[in-house]
Nanobody, 120 residues
Framework: QVQLEESGGGSVQAGDSLRLSCVVR?????????MGWYRQAPGSQRELVAG???????NYANSLEGRFTISGDNAKNMIYLDINRLKPEDTAVYYC?????????????WGQGTPVTVSS
């Protein structure tokens, strides 16, 4: 059974930095066509923050001003999201996503989320 587990969230001050981690259990992260980080603020829809394809390409939401960096470690079966210069509007639950697509099916795996609260 494939599971994604996030960690690293918490309550921080504006201007701080944070590293979120996501470990893949039950399968290799290389089985995913792509992995990524999404976030959902209270009262808002879930939105893409950053994506990492299996060949190492990254993509980011245009609105995030370069403060976010996604990376992965295949040996540890983990991906990370580094967030710099945190702002109160970054307050959200951050979710790890793994997307599988092959000849038979397409499916998204999600973690339970890790909350980030940024105080001004």
């Amino acid at each position: 059974q494939v599971q994604l587990e996030e960690s690293g969230g918490g309550s921080v001050q504006a201007g701080d930095s944070l590293r979120l981690s996501c470990v893949v259990r039950g399968n290799s992260m290389l089985s995913f066509a792509s992995m990524g980080w999404y976030r959902q603020a209270p009262g808002s829809q879930r939105e893409l923050v950053a994506g990492l394809s299996s060949d190492g390409r990254t993509n980011y939401a245009n609105s995030l001003e370069g403060r976010f960096t996604i990376s992965g470690d295949n040996a540890k079966n983990m991906i990370y999201l580094d967030i710099n210069r945190l702002k109160p509007e970054d307050t959200a639950v951050y979710y790890c996503n793994g997307h599988i697509i092959n000849s038979y099916y397409e499916y998204d795996y999600w973690g339970q989320g890790t909350p980030v609260t940024v105080s001004s």
